[in-house]
């Protein structure tokens, strides 16, 4: 061997060792931490302003290597041998997206952070740290800015609510959020020139809004072809065919992109989504083009509108209104909905369709969503009118068209047999100032409550049961759950006894019999949920603490004061009846 040929490896060794590397924001949070505990604010900004910069730009590596190794190696099957076309594709890009990612990123395992870790970001934890190191630091505004955006994601943070009133008391800036959402700003920023009728002006920021909207959608799903978390069978031995692996991971990704509807429409810091996203666009476009006396642009996007609501009679009606008005040279069914709307509304009945059809074949349970549910109180006195002799001014609509939801009427009735000797009726509806209110003690004995615990100690995970948030209902705890059937398969796997996983079931079944006894229901009460949940405070955030427990489900209204509006937010999970047993 020659000296020219030991020379080449270890060139390129070399090479690949000096190549860019991305520092781990896991690893640049924890050290941010470590100094704000020790009261080291600079160091504080330091390690969180570069945890924040590694955050997003591990993501737009993901994104950029994903679509452009897509992109690179694009799937045209062929009608012979079209398995090995198809696979070579999937392999091709597999590795042009792992090296791609190495060569941006650096070492890739170093970027495996856990699911706490990744929860914190969701909801913009660092920027906490961030806020009172600035304040620490005498730099108000950054301080201002960090606060704001934390408080966007954390609206029922009450300290950093306070903390913004000062922060307002002492500067006119405006407050800046560092993880604001382009397609979200730029929707809420022709909604308030709307209200005002700029509809011009309106109507630049709605098509900037769409424009974003639809380039978030592409780097959402993206993100979605990430690896997958196999939960049904993350506690027991998995073993399956080639077919049943590919559909099990497919099917979680065609999901995830699928749902990412939802996840766009979806305000930082809550649960449920606007109302009626993306279809709204279309039906403020449609109105503030038609003001502004562009009519086949009124009618282009009055037609896009009906992809998603077809049987929408008022948009319906706007849509022979404007063909009323446009030139006679030009036909009426030339004008086509908006081809962005054809190709998504299209795509995403093909995904419904699919997902559909794997859940009834391969067993699982999907519920598809109502991603385009219409509803809000929201009144919109410039609806078209349904005949071109109307005159505008005459006429009042809706913009969404709510409908009434009738709740089933039924007697409220309590009292009845508690069906166990040793549980004790302590308050019943009137004690607690309500309708089928109760409280019951001894429902379990002390033995039980002892075990329900060390089951828990040992099976629950931070954020199970709440869409993978650790800190669902308040910033100044973690939560961690458990499901019955995660219990089950820890029994079966000897990590508990069968015994103390049955246990989980029938302190249930044993709640639930009670319930339905006590308040004479005349039809069988079913299990919506069964969650095994432990709160822990954290540490450093307990003082003056003045947030709630829980959201106020009652209504579970949040003001949002950009908006001018209300916003409600569905519990985690619908129920009739919340059973809360406590150990």
């Not at 395992?109 to 961030?130: A, Q, W």
């Not at 503030?288 to 077809?310: C, T």
């Not at 100032?433 to 615990?453: F, K, M, Y």
């Amino acid at each position: 061997m020659t000296w020219k040929e030991l020379c080449v490896p270890l060139l390129l060794s070399l090479l690949h060792s000096c190549a860019p590397s991305l520092d781990p924001y896991d690893l640049l949070y924890d050290s941010g931490i470590e100094a704000y505990y020790r009261n080291d604010y600079q160091e504080v900004v330091y390690y969180m302003e570069k945890a924040i910069s590694s955050y997003h730009q591990l993501r737009k590596t993901k994104i950029n290597c994903r679509l452009g190794c897509k992109e690179k190696y694009p799937l045209q099957l062929k009608p012979t041998f079209w398995d090995l076309c198809f696979f070579k594709v999937m392999l091709s890009r597999a590795a042009c997206v792992t090296k791609c990612e190495e060569r941006n990123l650096g070492t890739l395992s170093l970027h495996h952070v856990s699911e706490d870790i990744k929860g914190e970001f969701e909801r913009r934890t660092p920027y906490n740290f961030l806020q009172r190191a600035y304040f620490k630091l005498n730099q108000d505004d950054k301080a201002a800015d960090a606060a704001h955006t934390f408080f966007m994601a954390n609206p029922e943070h009450m300290e950093t609510k306070q903390d913004l009133k000062n922060y307002k008391q002492t500067s006119d800036s405006q407050l800046v959020d560092r993880e604001r959402r382009s397609h979200i700003e730029e929707y809420y920023a022709g909604l308030k020139l709307y209200d005002t009728e700029q509809y011009m002006l309106a109507i630049d920021h709605f098509e900037k809004a769409l424009k974003e909207y639809y380039r978030a959608d592409v780097e959402c799903r993206a993100i979605c072809g990430g690896p997958q978390k196999f939960d049904e069978y993350e506690y027991v031995d998995y073993s399956a065919s080639l077919y049943e692996t590919i559909a099990d991971h497919y099917i979680q990704i065609l999901v995830c992109e699928h749902e990412c509807i939802r996840e766009l429409a979806t305000r930082p810091g809550r649960l449920s989504p606007i109302e009626n996203f993306l279809p709204l666009h279309y039906d403020f476009l449609q109105f503030s083009y038609y003001r502004v006396g562009d009519h086949v642009k009124a009618l282009e996007n009055a037609k896009s509108y009906l992809l998603f609501h077809p049987g929408d009679i008022d948009v319906s009606e706007n849509v022979s209104f404007y063909e009323s008005l446009i030139p006679q040279f030009i036909d009426p069914e030339d004008i086509k909905p908006r081809k962005e709307a054809v190709y998504f509304i299209t795509r995403h009945m093909v995904e419904s369709e699919v997902i559909q059809s794997a859940a009834v074949g391969l067993g699982f349970s999907y519920q598809e969503p109502d991603f385009w549910v219409t509803g809000g109180d929201r009144q919109d006195e410039n609806r078209i009118p349904s005949g071109a002799q109307n005159e505008l001014t005459d006429v009042t609509g809706l913009l969404t068209g709510k409908k009434a939801v009738h709740k089933i009427d039924r007697d409220l009735r309590e009292g009845g047999p508690l069906l166990y000797e040793e549980v004790e009726l302590v308050y019943n509806s009137a004690h607690l100032n309500g309708t089928q209110r109760v409280q019951l003690d001894n429902v379990i004995s002390a033995e039980e409550c002892r075990e329900l615990r060390r089951v828990a100690n040992v099976i629950t995970l931070a954020g199970d049961g709440y869409r993978g948030k650790t800190s669902p209902h308040t910033p100044n705890e973690r939560f961690e759950g458990a499901t019955v059937l995660k219990a089950l398969k820890f029994g079966n796997d000897g990590v508990i006894t069968m015994k103390s996983a049955r246990l989980f079931y029938d302190v249930s079944e044993k709640a639930r019999r009670i319930v339905q006894s006590y308040f004479m229901l005349n039809t069988t009460l079913y299990f919506s949920y069964s969650h095994l949940v432990c709160r822990t405070a954290l540490q450093g955030q307990q003082d003056n603490r003045n947030d709630l427990s829980h959201p106020i489900h009652a209504d579970n209204c949040l003001l949002d004061p950009e908006a001018n509006e209300c916003w409600k937010e569905a519990p985690l999970t619908h129920s009739e009846i919340t059973v809360l047993c406590c150990i």
